[in-house]
């Protein structure tokens, strides 16, 4: 697993002039949750503010950890909410996940055991893997009694964890065989997010289950524990999907800014690959998070939400 060292910087700078940051960079990377849309709810200003954009010529990406959906259905949310965005311009990480097992040439006679939702089966589908598991597997229960012994498949070479909405002990059993019995089986996180916006009303805890064997704790801190071994994770603050999006566009790191609502995630995401910085204030991280002495990353610049691009815009000229 990579270890992340958090970037010591001066304190973030409200941003007061967006024309000097938009002029600055070519590509902004923009998270989708808290950036874009809260659950089913678009933020006020979006579609104006990337309009703006794009009519400055400006390479739009956007990148969500959230494994549920694949870059396809999520290209018909943006759709739905009335947004313009291409299949290209978009990378979840189920499609990371994806991208990592062609990137590493995992074998095709091999399989992947998702714990995890349709978007990472769909990812996996097309990059022509094979799987097992995910929402299959939400209604399946093992019987604890004596001399019970649970049969695994002997070729899953990688069990993949995301967000998913019908986790169990079966999964987790399953997939801790998998890795622990299986030799060199790879384990991969989409991500390791604490809470998400499945809704626009509140925050939701994206991998915490109350299951009375595990105990509380997370999706991938489950098999962290019964395997003794941490994951790969393909997700933001990683590096992987930055590493991938600078070779796919041709892009230089250093004139893209990350457009992010959370400071472990999307912030260190651009700190880690070397690109400028903004927090927008319309998702999980407040300003007084973010100005508290037990914070140590800091973006380059903070505002309410993107669509003050246009106003701190207008306010400049």
Request: hydrophobic residues 40%; proline residues 3%; charged residues 25%.
């Amino acid at each position: 697993m990579e270890s992340f060292v958090t970037k010591a910087s001066a304190s973030a700078q409200p941003l007061k002039n967006a024309d000097e940051l938009i002029d600055s960079v070519e590509t902004f990377i923009f998270d989708c949750d808290g950036v874009i849309w809260k659950g089913d709810k678009l933020i006020d200003g979006v579609p104006e503010t990337l309009d703006m954009l794009r009519s400055k010529g400006k390479r739009l990406v956007f990148v969500t950890n959230n494994s549920t959906k694949s870059r396809k259905q999520y290209g018909k949310k943006f759709e739905t909410l009335g947004l313009t965005v291409t299949e290209e311009e978009i990378f979840a990480s189920s499609f990371a996940a994806a991208a990592y097992l062609k990137s590493i040439d995992f074998p095709k006679d091999k399989k992947v055991y998702v714990v995890g939702e349709d978007g990472i089966l769909k990812e996996l589908e097309l990059a022509g893997f094979q799987y097992l598991g995910g929402p299959e597997d939400g209604g399946k229960k093992i019987e604890l009694k004596p001399g019970f012994l649970m049969e695994h498949d002997k070729d899953v070479g990688a069990v993949v964890v995301g967000f998913d909405r019908y986790f169990n002990y079966y999964k987790v059993q399953y997939g801790t065989l998998c890795i622990r019995e299986n030799p060199g089986c790879l384990f991969i996180a989409t991500n390791r997010d604490a809470v998400t916006h499945l809704t626009d009303a509140q925050e939701w805890a994206a991998y915490v289950m109350c299951i009375s064997i595990l105990g509380g704790g997370s999706m991938v801190g489950a098999f962290v524990g019964s395997t003794q071994r941490e994951p790969l994770v393909v997700g933001k603050p990683s590096t992987f999907m930055m590493d991938y999006l600078a070779n796919k566009f041709g892009i230089q790191k250093s004139q893209i800014c990350m457009v992010g609502d959370r400071l472990d995630t999307d912030i260190l995401f651009g700190q880690n690959g070397g690109c400028k910085t903004l927090l927008v204030l319309s998702g999980v991280t407040s300003l007084s998070m973010l100005q508290s002495p037990n914070n140590s990353i800091q973006p380059d610049f903070y505002t309410n939400k993107i669509s003050d691009f246009l106003s701190l815009k207008a306010a400049a000229v």
